[in-house]
Nanobody
């Protein structure tokens, strides 16, 4: 049974920081790409950042310079360090694990709430 379990969300004041973690368990073959997405009420789910197995990263323009994605391949875990948080960062954050080579798969976590408010 594959599970992606996120943690680290919560309430933070504008300008503050949070670190999200997502551990994938029950996976026999490492994902090629792991990433973080977010969805605010009434909006679509958007990509925040992704990281390849070799460490190559891609960030949404809105978070460049503020968020840092990293991963621990041995633990199939991905992290998102968020700094200088803004109210518009408020959303449910989801992690995703993709494997494009055989055996291919795509798994999503259940989501974790991040609220930026004073």
């Amino acid at each position: 049974q594959v599970q992606l379990v996120e943690s680290g969300g919560g309430l933070v004041q504008p300008g503050g920081s949070l670190r999200l973690s997502c551990e994938a368990s029950g996976i026999d073959f490492s994902p090629n790409v792991m990433g973080w997405y977010r969805q605010a009420p009434g909006n679509e789910r958007d990509k925040v950042a992704t990281i390849e197995h070799d460490g190559a990263t891609v960030y949404a323009d809105s978070v460049k310079g503020r968020f840092t994605i990293s991963r621990d391949n041995a633990r199939n875990t991905v992290y998102l360090q968020m700094t200088s948080l803004k109210p518009e960062d408020t959303a449910v954050y989801y992690c995703k694990a993709d494997r494009t080579s055989w055996p291919s798969y795509r798994y999503w976590g259940q989501g974790v709430q991040v609220t930026v408010s004073s």
